[in-house]
């Protein structure tokens, strides 16, 4: 009976130990969890922030584009106008050479007779 009860309190003894010792796996277990957790939350907070950059950037980029294509559309426009100025003025010149090819035939023709 002494060696049952023996073994009965060895036996309390070593579940007592296996306790403590779960005890101290699930805290070690218990405080990697809420590192792991902060560090998720962290590459959460990050990620979030890294697609805020991105919807910027993306915008930035839209505005410079559309700015780009506001500055050609003006430099076409104003090219046109001075382009439109120039074609005038060499139509001009040329209605002024053409009365003055008429002029000279007409006096090459009086010449002539």
Known sequence: MLKS??????QLLGIAKDTRENKDS??????????????????????????????????????R?????????????????TEQTRLASVEDKTQTLQAEVQALRHRIDRLET
């Open 26 to 63: 699930v805290k070690a277990l218990q405080t990697r969890l809420e590192i792991v957790t902060d560090t998720v939350k962290q590459v959460i907070m990050e990620l979030q922030r890294l697609k805020e950059n991105e919807a910027h950037e993306r915008e930035k980029m839209a505005l």
């Open 5 to 10: 009860l023996f073994e009965i309190t060895k």
């Open 65 to 81: 584009l559309e700015n780009t294509l506001l500055r050609s559309e003006r430099n076409l426009l104003s090219s046109s106008a």
